[in-house]
């Protein structure tokens, strides 16, 4: 039968993407899960992988080309449709780039990239719950992890939102062998803000054409750059921004770094002054939980979070990327250095997964190597804060609060807490920066957030 390969459901609020290679040509045998695309969407590049094992009979789009979610990209031939006789898709291949519009699901079906769970296998009585036709929405690499511990990732409960199979539920698929699991319980429909609403468009204003005073060049607004004007725009849109700014004395956390970068560059980290940012972030976090909070507007309520995955901003040529730390509060400041290196090179390099950006609670950025006294952060939405370290400078200062004066120099950081005017107050934001400044400034503290 032919089988046509629609764009899945890549993500939480991914609505498009663009093809950045095509890994097949028309004949060649696929196997399910198999890569056969790569597309960028939403500040990841991302595999896509075949839904099933058979012949590529048609190529419907190529590098460069903008697709959205549930257009067709390929058309498959199996092996059933070999031994039935049926005609196959190259019969009436249809012309490259004439891809189909976005046709949304009827309703009560599953949304385009989910997929029905529960269905038994054909002829498999008793066997495990197996999804039934499309591919299992799961990142590239829970696939990979899947086919590492021989596991067959549509026999997997999932447990992520919209159906999403994720590494713990592989894992622990593998732990219980053929042993069934419950279900897991239905997400909520809100997860304290954590669904974005649409993407903003970005709205048209009729302007006189600059090409009249001279020469212009015109560069697509795409990729990376238009995911980040989407999400500006809708973060700026949604949100009552207000700044709080104070600056620490990183004098002996500075003499700290210094001491201990070397061994920490030796495991494969960097000892940099996000590093310590995001300990003093979390101790602040637990101190003040509203910062670590999502609002959830339908209901009227602030959601809490008892977990702490840290955002980072990162700088890119691609355009800026946030990928995720994850359990920061549960790691010690060398494991943090190293994974940190790790997340930002895989970021710069265009190999961060969709999962590894999503789920943030809170974040930091970092300009402070670029220069700069000050600027103002915007907040990653649906989050309600943003910390941002601007460049540290040497500065005369006059310590104490009683005579006699003196001036000494002293390294200060200047530190902006953007947050939701919503969920908290001024006051609330100064009692936030002085628990950070509080950590900065005396490295000890750092060992017992």
Known sequence: MAVEFKLPDLGEGIHEGEIIEVLVAVGDSVEDGQPVLVVETDKATTEVPAPVTGRVADILVKPGDEVKVGQVLMVFSTEEEKRAGAPTAEAEPKKRGEAPAYVPAEPGSPEVGERPRG???????????????????????TRRLARELGVDIRRVPPSGPGGRVTAEDVRAFAERGSQPAAEPEAPPAVAGGDIAPTPAVISHVEVEAPE????????????VRRATARHMA????????????DVADITELEAFRQR???????????????????????????AHPRFNAGLDTAAEEIVLKQYYHIGVAVDSE????????????????????????????????????????????FTVTNIGSLGGTGFNPIINFPQ????????????????????????????????????????????????????VKEVLEDPEKLLLV
Do not use: C, Y
């Open 234 to 245: 809708v973060a700026w849109s949604q949100i009552p921004h207000v700044t709080h700014q």
């Open 119 to 141: 269905a038994a296998h054909p002829g498999d009585e008793g066997s495990l719950p197996v999804a039934p036709g499309g591919p299992v929405p799961a990142a590239p690499s």
């Open 212 to 223: 009249r005073w001279g020469r212009v060049e015109r560069v697509p607004l795409k990729s």
């Open 384 to 435: 309600v804060a943003i910390l941002g370290l601007a460049q540290a400078r040497w500065q005369p200062v006059v310590p104490g609060r009683r005579e006699p004066f003196q001036i000494v120099p002293r390294l200060m950081l200047p530190l902006i807490l953007a947050f939701d005017h919503r969920v908290a107050d001024g006051a609330d934001a100064a009692r936030f920066l002085n628990r």
């Open 260 to 286: 201990h970068k070397a061994a920490i560059e030796e495991r494969g980290g960097a000892l940099s002054l996000t590093v310590f940012a995001l300990k003093a972030a979390v101790a602040a976090l637990k």
């Open 318 to 361: 691609r355009g800026l990327i946030v990928p995720v730390l994850r359990d920061v509060d549960r790691k010690s400041l060398t494991e943090l250095a190293i994974e940190l290196r790790a997340l930002a090179e895989r970021a710069r390099a265009g190999k961060t997964g969709v999962e590894e950006l999503q789920g943030g609670t």
